[in-house]
C-alpha cells in the first residue's frame, strides 16, 4: 500500500513506484530506510522536494514513513482516515503539509480509496 495515500496497489491497476524520500540528487541513498512506496500521483507531485513552505513562510517537512517502528503507527500519528468518505485529513503541520503537497485526496485517489474501503482491503 502507498505509504502516503494508502492506496492498495493490487486492486489500482497501476504500477506504484519505489521512491527515494530523500531524493539522491539532495544526497539520499538507495538504503531501505529512504525508500518509499509510492503511487504515481504521489510520486510526481512530491518530486524532489522533502518539504513545502506553508503560507506563513515556515519551512514544514513532509511525512516520513521511515522515522517510526512500526511503520504503520507512524501514518496514524499524523493522519486520519474517514472510511465514510475516504478523505485522509493531517492530524499535525507534517501530516497537514503532506496531504496538501501530495494532493492525496485527488479525486482519482479519492474514488480508488473509497473503492478500497467498501471491499475492505482499508480501514
Same mark, same amino acid.
Given at each position: 500500500?502507498?505509504?502516503? @495515500?494508502? /492506496?492498495?496497489?493490487?486492486? @489500482?491497476?497501476?504500477?506504484? =513506484?519505489?521512491?527515494?524520500?530523500?531524493?539522491? %540528487? $539532495?544526497?539520499? /541513498?538507495?538504503?531501505?530506510?529512504?525508500?518509499?512506496?509510492? @503511487?504515481?500521483? @504521489?510520486?510526481?507531485? $512530491?518530486?524532489?522536494?522533502?518539504?513545502?513552505?506553508?503560507?506563513?513562510?515556515? $519551512?514544514?517537512?513532509?511525512?516520513?514513513?521511515?522515522?517510526?517502528?512500526?511503520?504503520?503507527?507512524?501514518? =496514524?500519528? =499524523?493522519?486520519?482516515? %474517514?472510511?465514510?468518505?475516504?478523505?485522509?485529513?493531517?492530524?499535525?503541520?507534517?501530516?497537514?503539509?503532506?496531504?496538501?503537497?501530495?494532493?492525496?485526496? %485527488?479525486?482519482?485517489?479519492?474514488?480508488?480509496?473509497?473503492?478500497? /474501503?467498501?471491499?475492505?482491503?482499508? %480501514?
Amino acid at each position: 500500500r502507498v505509504e502516503y @495515500c494508502r /492506496i492498495v496497489e493490487l486492486a @489500482c491497476g497501476v504500477t506504484f =513506484h519505489v521512491e527515494h524520500f530523500v531524493p539522491e %540528487s $539532495k544526497g539520499g /541513498i538507495a538504503t531501505l530506510s529512504n525508500l518509499v512506496l509510492s @503511487c504515481p500521483g @504521489c510520486n510526481l507531485a $512530491k518530486g524532489a522536494r522533502t518539504f513545502i513552505v506553508d503560507a506563513n513562510g515556515t $519551512k514544514q517537512a513532509f511525512f516520513n514513513p521511515r522515522e517510526y517502528e512500526p511503520m504503520r503507527l507512524g501514518w =496514524h500519528l =499524523h493522519f486520519i482516515l %474517514s472510511t465514510d468518505t475516504g478523505i485522509i485529513v493531517g492530524r499535525t503541520p507534517r501530516g497537514q503539509a503532506t496531504v496538501k503537497a501530495l494532493n492525496v485526496n %485527488s479525486a482519482n485517489r479519492l474514488y480508488a480509496r473509497m473503492l478500497q /474501503i467498501r471491499i475492505g482491503l482499508l %480501514s
